[in-house]
């Protein structure tokens, strides 16, 4: 049986006031009553110590979200071992993914596995003597990447709320910018957006999550949909759609 997790999360809070961005979010896995490993030397060094588990995920949200940045497949992930007592600690050892790995710091960067829905994550603190003195196991869920949409007022700005599944065009036309959640930020400028508006007449903008359409009195609702891909992997793609209403 895995063991009880708590979750504690720690995000920055921002308005949309600027085109920064987030891109990364900082969350804690806090094991409650977990494993522990004993070892059959004499030490002074409790080996029940408890530990905590920091993960923070470097993969982009909109500057105006409120939550956290989520780790996904293919992204960077910022591992940091919070043992009881640091002082009693000299070294730690990592398993990620049931691989071992080399670096024995307290803190590791590591890429997130691909084709799994979430990786195993396995930190020991050792003593002076290489003697365990505290370990947890955590599983970290990974995400996957997405898209929403929000409508552009030529007043206001980007709306902050997004279309959930159906907008009414009101006037001739409407602009409406996308925004991916928990893609790997070092591919933002490498994505590639392609819309598909149906029936209706669009003007792209230079910018790919952005798109203008226009108004027909042929049809009386179309699907409007955008595929994001970054072409130098061919497993990083998110989309997103939307019903617009004449």
């Given amino acids: 049986m895995r063991p009880l997790l708590a979750l504690l999360l720690m995000a920055s809070l921002s308005w949309p006031l600027s085109t920064n961005a987030f891109t990364s979010g900082l969350f804690q896995l806090l094991k409650v009553g977990g494993e522990s490993k004993t070892s059959e030397q004499t030490t002074t060094t409790p080996a029940n110590m408890r530990m905590d588990l ?20 293919g992204a960077i992930m910022r591992l ?11 070294k730690y050892r990592w398993q990620v993914g049931g691989k071992t790995i ?31 003195a505290g370990r947890t196991t955590n ?46 930020s070092l591919s933002l400028t490498n994505v590639i957006g392609e819309w598909n508006t149906g029936q209706l007449n669009n003007v ?15 049809v009386s609702s179309t699907r409007v949909t955008l595929q994001g891909s970054n072409p130098s992997t ?4 998110f989309g997103g759609s939307f019903i617009l209403e004449i």
């Avoid at 940091?80 to 007592?85: G, M, N, R, S």
């Fill in 54 to 73: 920091v993960v923070e995920a470097e993969t982009y949200t909109p500057h105006f979200y409120r939550g956290r940045a989520e780790p996904v497949a």
């Fill in 80 to 90: 940091v071992a919070l043992p009881e007592d640091t002082t009693a600690v000299v």
């Fill in 102 to 132: 080399s670096e024995d710091s307290q803190t590791i960067r590591v890429t997130a596995p691909s084709g799994v829905n979430e990786v195993v994550v396995d930190v020991s603190a050792l003593d002076k003597n290489g003697n365990v």
């Fill in 139 to 184: 599983y970290v869920p990974l995400s996957t990447p997405s898209l929403s949409f929000y409508e552009v007022n030529p007043l206001r700005g980007v709306s902050a709320i997004a279309i959930t599944s159906n907008l009414t065009l009101i006037g001739d036309e409407v602009t409406v910018h996308s925004e991916p959640y928990f893609i790997n």
């Fill in 204 to 218: 792209p903008n230079d910018d790919w999550s952005t798109m203008t359409i226009l108004r027909t009195n042929d």
């Fill in 234 to 237: 061919l497993t990083e793609t």
